[in-house]
């Protein structure tokens, strides 16, 4: 089975990942951590040395104050940082307490769910969206916060992982935004996209 983050961990990373690739969430996810050893730290830090920290992941002035905000917001709710409660929640009420999170919308909620907790939720990402609008999974003009339920009844709940993590390698690697590498692609019988290409 995957290895499973702590759900403040990944809470923090998914909104250090908005707008940016893995890399550079990942190096401002790390230099959070080196500068901070705990969340408390970057909560009661200056929002100034927050965002000096993570600028690597672009957008650092909307993101810095806004983690700031959720971990004060948490601590404020539940006493500290700890999210371990999440764990003894059905999956309707810890999507319901992560969505009322400024900054928290259907993708990030449905994260932490699904890698930290283990719990039945569709994230839809970039390349989940425009890859199962390409196949045709999901109707062309439907909005993202509209796929992640579309999709989370598509497939069957134990595959969702797998999907997810497929489908995203498929848009990173073949099913690409601007030139989608079609003449290699093995999903041609399969694609909605792909007939509409002019010869």
């Not at 609008?133 to 916060?145: I, N, P």
């Not at 009844?153 to 995203?168: G, K, M, R």
């Not at 999903?187 to 290409?197: Q, V």
Request: glycine share 6%; proline share 6%.
């Amino acid at each position: 089975m995957e290895t499973r983050t702590k759900p403040l961990d990944e809470l923090i990373s998914t909104i250090l990942s908005q707008n940016t690739n893995d890399t550079n969430r990942d190096r401002a996810f790390q230099s959070l951590r080196e500068r901070y050893p705990t969340w408390e730290l970057v909560r009661d830090a200056q929002s100034e040395k927050v965002i000096e920290t993570i600028r690597m992941a672009g957008l650092a002035n909307r993101k810095g104050p806004r983690i700031q905000q959720v971990l004060r917001e948490i601590t404020e709710e539940r006493g500290d940082l700890d999210l371990g409660f999440l764990e003894e929640l059905d999956p309707e009420e810890v999507r319901r307490w992560l969505l009322h999170f400024h900054g928290v919308g259907p993708k990030t909620a449905a994260i932490v769910m699904l890698f930290s907790l283990g719990q039945p939720a569709f994230p839809v990402d970039t390349h989940v969206y425009r890859v199962t609008g390409r196949l045709g999974l999901r109707d062309a003009t439907m909005s993202v916060e509209k796929a992640h339920d579309h999709l989370a009844q598509l497939f069957p709940v134990e595959t969702y992982y797998e999907v997810h993590l497929n489908l995203i390698r498929h848009g990173r690697q073949v099913c690409h935004a601007r030139q989608p590498a079609c003449e290699t692609c093995t999903l041609n019988d399969l694609c909605a996209y792909y007939p509409s290409l002019p010869n």
